[in-house]
């Protein structure tokens, strides 16, 4: 499969190339030139399938020319080694539970599919030198990341954090590990941590020294093995006899992972209608009321891995929907607006639906899934039936969670072992030429 970048003036990459190289020359995003639409057979069966089988057509449609099948198959089952349920909450309200995984996060199927092709690519070559991923992190992406490439042979991980802020579990997570991970404690705010990797990957004399690669959240082979959750839901849901009118609530902040599960709607995924639920960062919900787009700063919500004011992956819905550039704005924006439905909802709105939600129904909800559940309340229509997508753990948030429903929030054992762990962490400067020093150390 050849991708092209979503502006348009950069040279075509291979799946290699794209997932090396993260972002296009032009600054733009890689998009995959074809979207295999799957067999009606396929869909027929599909909720007889478990999750791994149904990932590994996904898979096959996206990959499959690049990735021989046995090696796509494996690539598959090592990633999905955890289920990944669909819960009722109440009446036709259900919970797609992405928090399984081993930082219990949905970032985790994303990061480990990447760790485990880039491995691929480097066998594949017979590539001796080390690859070195370099990720900055405000807490969430360098746990998945880390955890996706732990123990994967040939690459070595180093996580920048800034120092002092990001949650205790959170720290835990990546710097108890060893290995092939290092994590930087950065004294500085996340913004210097980005700015230290952005430096790194425009030093000529360090990238001589070292092959160095990112794991951002825009690289294809991050955000695409997404679209699997969303053929495991409706495969769950149809078991049940309830997939007719299905509708897919998506909590989103870079909109990778309602991206995602785009992609597998255009694939024949029959879902009939979808929701980006925000928290009070409303641009995209702006652009479905008025068509205009305008990105600006994020502001701080309890939903903090939805803060986002310029979701980077709005161009590659614009691409998808506009026929790579082919249709008019209006058409475009008419196009998404059929499809796609928006909610945004504050902080005190947050918190009451989480009270709410459990004095209901018992269910403990995070912060992000709060507002997919919300959205899904006030939105659902007559016949329909709704999926909202629970994307962490409430123990990641225990204390808002703790304080919100004046409850006690266990702390499942895979999180709680992580906390046992010893922290290793190398300390640094928010000045380039200390970072640089010590790589070239390396
Ligand atoms: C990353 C994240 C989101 C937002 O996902 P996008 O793909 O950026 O839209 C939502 N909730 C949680 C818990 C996350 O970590």
């Known amino acids: 499969m050849k991708y092209y970048s979503t502006n348009g003036a950069a040279p075509i990459a291979d799946l290699h190339k794209a997932v090396v190289k993260g972002l296009a020359e032009d600054r733009g995003l890689y998009m995959p030139e074809e979207i295999k639409i799957l067999p009606k057979a396929f869909f027929d069966n599909i909720q007889d399938m478990k999750f791994q089988d149904i990932a590994y057509n996904v898979a096959g449609a996206f990959f499959g020319e690049d990735v021989d099948h046995d090696a796509l198959q494996d690539i598959v089952y090592d990633t999905l080694s955890f289920d990944c349920p669909v819960v009722k909450v109440k009446d036709n309200i259900y919970s797609l539970e992405l928090f399984h995984g081993p930082t219990l996060a949905f970032k985790d199927v994303g990061a480990r599919f990447m760790a485990r092709l880039l491995q691929f690519f480097i066998r594949q070559e017979g590539q001796h030198e080390q690859v070195n991923v370099l990720v900055a992190t405000s807490g969430d992406t360098g746990s998945a990341v880390a955890n996706g490439f732990l123990g994967v042979e040939g690459i070595h991980v180093y996580v920048l954090y800034p120092k002092g802020k990001v949650s ?132 701080q ?119 046992k762990g010893e922290k290793q962490s190398v300390p640094m400067t928010k000045d380039f030429k200390d970072f640089k020093d010590y790589l070239m150390k390396q």
């Open 168 to 299: 205790p579990i959170q720290e835990c997570q990546f710097t108890t590990l060893g290995k092939n991970i290092t994590a930087i404690e950065v004294d500085g705010v996340f913004d210097d941590c980005q700015a230290l990797v952005k430096s790194a990957f425009m030093d000529a004399e360090l990238n001589q020294h070292m092959k160095l690669t990112s794991a951002n959240s825009i690289n294809v082979a991050r955000f695409l093995p997404q679209a699997f959750y969303y053929f495991n839901a409706y495969a769950r849901i149809k078991a049940l006899g309830k997939a007719d009118n299905l509708v897919m609530c998506v909590p989103s902040g870079n909109f990778g992972n309602i991206c995602s599960a785009l992609f597998g709607h255009t694939m024949g995924l029959p879902i009939k209608r979808f929701i980006a639920a925000n928290n009070a960062n409303d641009i995209f919900y702006k652009y479905l009321q008025t068509g205009k787009y305008e990105p600006k700063a994020s502001v």
């Open 301 to 419: 919500t309890l939903a903090n891995a939805m803060d986002v004011g310029d979701p980077s992956n709005f161009a590659r819905i614009i691409n998808l929907y506009s026929q790579n550039n082919k249709l008019t704005n209006e058409a475009t924006h008419h196009r998404i607006t059929n499809l796609i439905s928006g909610a945004t909802y504050s902080d005190e709105q947050i918190k009451e639906t989480m009270r709410q939600c459990y004095k209901d129904t018992n269910y403990i909800l995070d912060p992000h899934g709060a507002c997919g559940y919300q959205a899904l309340v006030d939105g659902l229509q007559e016949g329909e039936v709704g999926v909202f997508c629970e994307t962490a753990h409430p123990a990641k948030f225990k204390e808002k969670v703790d304080d919100i429903l004046n409850i006690d929030v266990e702390i499942p054992d895979r999180l709680a072992a992580f906390m």
